[in-house]
């Protein structure tokens, strides 16, 4: 069954600091792997998606790597700001099969201070 | 603007009253799904919709019924609520199952 983790679960930084947040799963038959944001009282909003044959993605002051044989992913954030405060949600698709649903992990919550 | 919509944002109601929450995308995507999310347990998927007239249970479809009559619609409804589907729950939907996942707002449901 694939599980997927994300360490740590609360994250405290002051502003213009780079981070790392970690996402790791348990089994890496994956096809791909999306990074979501989630702000309170709101939706998810896809940040990026790493198909399985992609080492990285980046977009603008955010670059995912994904390391599927030691099932790992890491998003970094450079030169945070007040903004980016929010829940970080990382979550793989489980193969190609029909249907297969994302499997979330719990999140990082991010606090970035001014 | 291309997006996910749901409605109601929040409901409160109580058990056994059925209730239907709407998921509406204008992007022509083929697949759409909800989840709902809880304290301690994350993101599951209760049904998903490969296409019209297309559905089938995720991991959590206990309770939970959808249709697919229309491919931009794709309503969740709960026939007899329980106090166990108090959730935030989410409507999803990408071009095919296997891309990129755009979600709407979310609905809170309490249900007493």
């Known amino acids: 069954k694939q599980e997927v983790t994300q360490i740590p679960a609360a994250l405290s930084v002051p502003e213009g600091e780079n981070l790392v947040l970690n996402c790791s799963f348990t089994?890496?038959?994956?096809?791909?792997l999306q990074w979501f944001r989630q702000d309170p009282g709101k939706g998810l909003t896809s940040l990026l998606l790493?198909?399985?044959?992609?080492r990285e993605q980046t977009s603008g002051r955010l670059n995912a790597s994904l390391d599927k044989s030691s099932g790992r992913s890491t998003l970094y954030i450079a030169a945070s700001q007040p903004g980016d405060s929010a829940t970080y949600l990382c979550?793989?698709?489980?193969?190609?099969?029909?249907?297969?649903?994302?499997?979330f992990g719990k999140g990082t919550t991010l606090s970035v201070s001014s | 603007e291309a997006q996910v919509t749901q409605n109601p944002r929040y409901l409160i109601t109580v058990t056994g009253k059925k209730l239907t929450v709407t998921c509406s995308q204008n992007?022509?995507?083929?697949?759409m799904s909800w989840y709902r999310q809880d304290p301690g347990l994350g993101l599951r998927q209760i049904y998903y919709?490969?296409?019209?007239?297309?559905?089938d249970k995720g991991d959590v479809p206990e309770g939970y019924k959808v249709s697919r009559k229309e491919k931009r619609n794709f309503p969740l409804i709960l026939e007899s609520p329980s106090p166990n589907q108090t959730s935030l729950y989410f409507c999803?939907?990408?071009?095919?199952?296997?891309?990129?996942?755009?979600f709407g707002p979310g609905t809170r449901l309490t249900v007493t």
């Open positions: 999803a939907s990408s071009l095919l199952s296997v891309d990129e996942q755009y």
């Open positions: 089994d890496s038959a994956i096809y791909n």
């Open positions: 790493i198909q399985s044959s992609q």
């Open positions: 979550a793989v698709r489980r193969g190609h099969q029909a249907g297969t649903a994302l499997i």
């Open positions: 992007m022509n995507h083929e697949y």
């Open positions: 919709s490969m296409n019209v007239e297309v559905t």
